[in-house]
């Protein structure tokens, strides 16, 4: 079995690359963004592993190894943050948090309205635990 | 034994400190204790070196070389001061003077007590004043005595303008620094004249503009080059004439009375406007080598002196009478100093000079102060129409104004007649020399006769148009007129006692002219030999006939016959609106030289809002454009941002890509 060359290795890291750019491009869920933009890390962690194999140079696979462990706590923080962002518009568009943009410019609005989301099935839920159940008022015979 | 020459000048510098920083807050309504305590000091100090120069040796004269003030490429000036006679009596005479001011200040300024700042503010500045003149009369070189000339000139302005919530005043302050600047800038293209022609050599090897080594080159320049010793003094009296307010600078004085009264006691009246004076005594070795420059100064003395007495016969305002005195009897002293057209007669001069600004500074003090104190009674009101008879409401007041306007009058035996006296007796002596032009003088000593007699007749017009006929007041006043506090009156008996004896103790003793001689004419004019001075009985009688009849006059216009005044100004009605309107000085001024100002003035603001500002504007404009046009990429969309940022790179690796491929 022969080793696989390296453009192949390099051929799928592009891949990922690209297929996350656009997904970040295009998707305007903060979560799907967010693993785009993990998919192009993990494109290029994958170029530092092939180019380190290839040229028998740990140091590409070390800097992996570091890539992964930040893209982890990124992923830590960046959901802290969705979530305090989700709390204030109950929505996870990005397009909603346009403030940063120069005080007179107006905001931008999409002509084409979002695909309205599935109703959402209620949770099931369990009776509370642990405490008395209701019961009827008990009437006294008289 | 001196004391410490920086001593005088540092105290009332300490105090305009303190009360300008603790007073407003702390000290409130005592501010006025830092200021009378220093001054007072300051004339203690002043009695001290006034001893110590007496009891020195003949050419000796006190010097304190401080610090080396600036170096610039070949001049050298150090901050140093110096004592001999000239500085010692001026020195008395303002501090003494200046501190019985202050004292009546507090007394003058009550109103002012309640709102803390202004009243701290205001004795803050005659603190201020106090250093600047006693500075300026100290001073040894003069650069130094520039400095603090305009010091003085600045606390002038701070002072004119203590109400500057008034237009008026503001508009004085404002004039009074701008005419005697006139002045000032010749006096400063004459200083720099003196240092790059004198090139006199210091130990550390620059140049200076000490007095000494100046006066000392002034003969060897003056033989070969007269015409440049002449330029010089003319500028120098060009300084001098500005702020003694000769004409043809005169004409912010008057507008300066709408100061407080003490400021125009202090500042107008006895001790700045007399700095002109002093400068042009001090420069006397300079001045007594060119006499065609000593003839223009007694010219302009004396025309002065005969002009501003006949504006003042016709003012109704008695602070402007008095105002109009002032510049009159300052153009006495220039007169003075203008007949040292010979080497015997410098010493006489400058005595006579000296002498009548010492007089001068008490009995001019003491009528401002009193009208001050009647001005205080009269609830501000100035103008001699609306009050009459004052003589027995405000005894303290009326006496001692009656004591100033003897003096003034020349009376005999008041220290106004032994000084005028010496002035006329000085004039007539220049008259008999050989010099050319010297029978001019026999003019200017009848100029100064009449200005005399003048003098004389404006002042008892005052005197009894203020003090006699039937009591009047003025509503402003209230229902009783009372007579000013002690605070006010003490000063007002003191200066009194100097207004009346001090020509007796200074004059006919010889005090002063000896002290002068010996202390300042005697290391000033090596070789030269002052005469004794003796008294022309006929001139003493002349000169008192004179004044006696200026008196005489006013009595029967204004107190024996009222209606002659009236009858007389109906009769010259042209002479009389010439005085009464100043002899349309100011509106020729006005005319001929602040209208073309204003409407340069104007040219250049049109010039500076439309040609100046549009291009700073439009420098302003183009970063705006420049920013309205990338304006829209900011417009808070991650992914746009995200777009542009892939874009960017992409143009980036493609063109790096192309250029590897090439």
């Known amino acids: ?142 | 034994m001196l004391p410490d020459l920086w001593l005088i000048p540092a105290l009332p510098l300490a105090a305009a400190a303190i009360t300008a920083f603790l007073g407003p807050r702390y000290l409130r309504q005592q501010s006025h204790w830092p200021c009378i305590i220093a001054i007072a000091l300051s004339c203690v100090l002043s009695l001290f070196v006034w001893n110590g120069v007496a009891g020195m040796g003949e050419e000796q004269v006190a010097v304190g070389q401080y610090y080396s003030w600036f170096r610039a490429g070949t001049v050298d000036i150090g901050f140093s001061l110096r004592a001999d006679a000239l500085t010692a009596a001026m020195l008395v005479t303002v501090t003494f003077v200046g501190s019985w001011i202050a004292v009546f200040a507090v007394g003058y300024m009550s109103h002012e007590r309640e709102h803390n700042a202004g009243y701290a503010r205001f004795f803050a500045a005659v603190a201020l004043f106090i250093f600047s003149m006693t500075g300026l009369v100290l001073a040894d070189n003069y650069i130094v005595l520039y400095a603090f000339w305009e010091g003085v000139g600045l606390c002038s302005y701070l002072l004119v303008g203590f109400w500057f919530a008034k237009p008026s005043a503001a508009a004085a302050a404002r004039k009074a620094f701008l005419v005697t600047r006139l002045g000032d800038v010749g006096f400063f293209i004459g200083i720099m004249l003196l240092w790059s022609s004198f090139q006199v050599p210091t130990a550390s090897g620059g140049w200076s503009l000490e007095f000494d080594g100046v006066f000392g080159h002034a003969k060897q320049v003056a033989a070969t080059n007269p015409g440049l010793v002449a330029t010089i003094c003319l500028l120098l009296l060009c300084g001098a004439v500005g702020k003694s307010a000769q004409f043809p600078l005169y004409v912010w004085l008057p507008d300066a009375m709408e100061g407080p009264t003490p400021v125009s006691a202090l500042i107008h009246a006895a001790t700045m406007v007399t700095a002109g004076v002093y400068l042009i005594a001090r420069s006397m070795p300079l001045f007594h080598l060119v006499p065609g420059v000593l003839l223009t100064v007694a010219c302009i003395g004396a025309f002065t002196a005969l002009l501003a007495a006949l504006i003042a016969l016709t003012q109704t305002d008695l602070k402007r009478v008095l105002a109009y005195s002032t510049i009159s009897q300052i153009g006495y002293m220039f007169l003075a100093l203008g007949s040292a057209n010979e080497a015997s007669l410098v010493a006489a001069a400058v005595i006579a000079g000296m002498f009548h600004l010492i007089t001068h500074a008490f009995f001019k003090a003491l009528l401002f102060l009193a009208a001050g104190s009647v001005m205080h009674s009269m609830g501000n009101v100035i103008d001699m129409r609306r009050f009459s008879g004052l003589r027995f409401a405000l005894p303290t007041t009326h006496w001692t104004f009656l004591c100033g306007a003897l003096a003034l009058a020349a009376i005999p035996p008041t220290a106004g007649f032994w000084s005028k006296d010496e002035i006329l007796g000085v004039t007539l002596h220049a008259s008999h020399s050989d010099v050319p032009g010297a029978w001019l003088y026999v003019w200017l000593f009848a100029v100064g006769l009449i200005t005399a007699g003048l003098t004389a007749f404006y002042t008892f017009r005052a005197y009894f148009l203020t003090f006699h006929g039937e009591l009047k007041t003025p509503p402003e006043a209230g229902e009783h007129v009372h007579e000013s506090p002690g605070v006010m009156l003490w000063p007002l008996r003191v200066l009194a006692v100097g207004a009346l004896f001090l020509g007796l103790i200074l004059g006919p003793t010889h005090i002063l002219a000896h002290f002068l001689e010996v202390h300042w004419f005697a290391r000033s004019f090596p070789g030269l030999h002052a005469p004794e001075g003796g008294h022309d009985i006929v001139l003493m009688v002349a000169s008192s006939l004179v004044g006696l009849s200026g008196v005489a006059v006013a009595w029967w216009m204004y107190v024996r016959s009222p209606g002659l005044a009236g009858q007389l100004a109906n009769r010259v009605q042209t002479l009389y609106q010439l005085s009464l309107n100043k002899f349309y000085v100011d509106e020729f001024y006005h005319a001929l030289l602040v209208t073309p100002m204003n409407m340069l003035a104007r040219v250049g603001r049109v010039f500076d809002t439309y040609v100046v500002d549009s291009l700073v504007d439009l420098v302003g404009h183009i970063p705006r454009l420049g920013g309205q046009l990338l304006r829209p990429i900011q417009n808070g969309l991650v992914q746009f941002y995200a777009l542009a940022m892939m874009l960017g790179m992409t143009v980036f690796l493609g063109a790096l890509v192309l250029r590897m491929v090439r």
């Open chain 1, 1 to 142: 079995m022969t080793p696989l060359s390296l453009h192949n290795y390099l051929i799928v890291g592009a891949a990922l690359f690209a297929l996350g750019a656009i997904g970040f491009l295009t998707r305007r869920n903060l979560i799907i963004m967010f693993l785009c933009a993990e998919m192009m890390l993990q494109g290029v962690a994958l170029n530092l592993v092939a180019f380190s194999r290839s040229w028998g140079n740990m140091q590409g696979q070390a800097f992996t190894l570091f890539v992964v462990t930040v893209a982890a706590c990124e992923a830590a923080i960046a959901l802290a943050l969705f979530l305090v962002l989700f709390r204030y518009r109950r929505s996870l568009d990005v397009s909603l948090w346009q403030d940063l943009r120069e005080p007179d410019q107006e905001a931008t609005v999409d002509d084409e309205s979002l695909p309205e989301a599935p109703k959402e099935e209620p949770m099931p839920r369990l009776t509370p635990a642990g405490h008395e159940p209701k019961r009827p008022q008990e009437t006294s015979p008289v």
